[in-house]
């Protein structure tokens, strides 16, 4: 396997949406460091940082302060971001769009699918979801990591980085008809975040509709998500189900660790109307 592509610093902070003085700031206090250091002691950058430098700045953006993004980091504690969000709440009432969007997130209901991540993996079931929406990144057709690390940093500067750290779904919406496994990989997708509050900005919104889906939970690995959707074909094929094109792929939890996914994911198909 070839050897990730690493960024100059400069390209890095550009990506990000940040800049190298706030990189290297970082660095200094130990909560967010380049993957290498080059002997002139220029500083590199790999595409799947991008997801933890925008959880960073997205607990900034919160007003978390160095000292507590640093404990919050080495707290494994589901509880600990709202925790540490409460005394912030009345300076956050004093913002203007981010105060909107920041008091909105906190009130709403906590939705991260629970009626499914406690299942077993890899099997699959039929269940009903609700209608939801979904802010949506533009399609894209190139699924290589720096492709998909681009566009999830895009996204999420686009809708504001405070959105990574609450915990509506996340995942993406790809385009492949018929759960064919081998073509996953290949299949061109969206970035979805469940809409958590009204405020219209220009971000394209996508519906996910109310019915009966075919459900399964796997590991976010490539052999995992082919055994996923193998799981999920098989299912339909011995119930005479017909399946729709697109794949629902649902986050479990919020600690995205590359690719823009979490360690386990839900991944669903709703269930056409014959």
Known sequence: MPAEKLLSISEFAKMAGTTRRTLIFYDQKGIFTPQ??????????GYSQLYQ???????????????????????????????????????VEQRIRNLEQILTILKQKESDNTELKDT??????????????FWCSDFEADCSEEEIASAYSKFYQEVGAGLMTNKMLSGFLTDLPQAKAKQYANSGFRIIKEKSYDEQIRIPV???????????????????????????????????????NDLWQFNIGINIERLGLTKDSI???????K
């Open 36 to 45: 290498k250091i080059a002997a002139n002691g220029y500083r590199y950058y």
């Open 53 to 91: 430098i925008g959880f960073i700045l997205g607990l900034r953006d919160l007003g978390l302060s160095v000292e507590e993004i640093k404990d919050y980091l080495s707290d494994d504690s589901s509880d600990a971001l709202n925790k540490k969000l409460i005394p912030l709440r009345e300076k």
């Open 206 to 244: 996508i519906t996910q509709k109310s019915c009966d889906y075919v459900a399964v939970k796997v590991e976010n690995t490539e052999d995992g998500i082919e055994k996923g959707l193998a799981a999920i074909r098989n299912y339909a094929q011995r119930y005479q189900l017909e399946l729709g």
């Open 120 to 133: 077993d993996y890899y099997v699959a079931k039929k269940c009903f979801l609700p209608k939801r929406e």
């Open 267 to 273: 991944l669903a198909y709703a269930i056409s109307n």
